[in-house]
């Protein structure tokens, strides 16, 4: 019985460390999927009229560039 006991351990500790490191991930990926979500909002509730200071790109039919 102890030597099947011992041959379980291993798979036991990864698996736990698997865990872990899942959990750990999911927590990284949620932060940083509010961090974005929330630099968004602030530049959606942006006024307009501080966009429109920005000054916007415009192609040249001729050769296809874009510049200033």
């Known amino acids: 019985m102890s030597a099947k006991l011992i041959s379980n351990v291993p798979r036991l500790v990864l698996w736990a460390a698997g865990t872990v490191a899942a959990f750990a991930l999911a927590r990284i990926v949620r932060n940083e999927f509010e961090r974005v979500n ?3 909002d602030e530049a959606r509730l ?3 009229t501080e966009r429109a200071q920005h000054p916007t790109l415009r192609r040249d039919p001729r050769t296809g ?3 200033l």
Do not use: F
Request: charged share 10%.
């Open 65 to 67: 560039i874009y510049t």
């Open 46 to 48: 942006t006024p307009v």
């Open 38 to 40: 929330a630099e968004l």
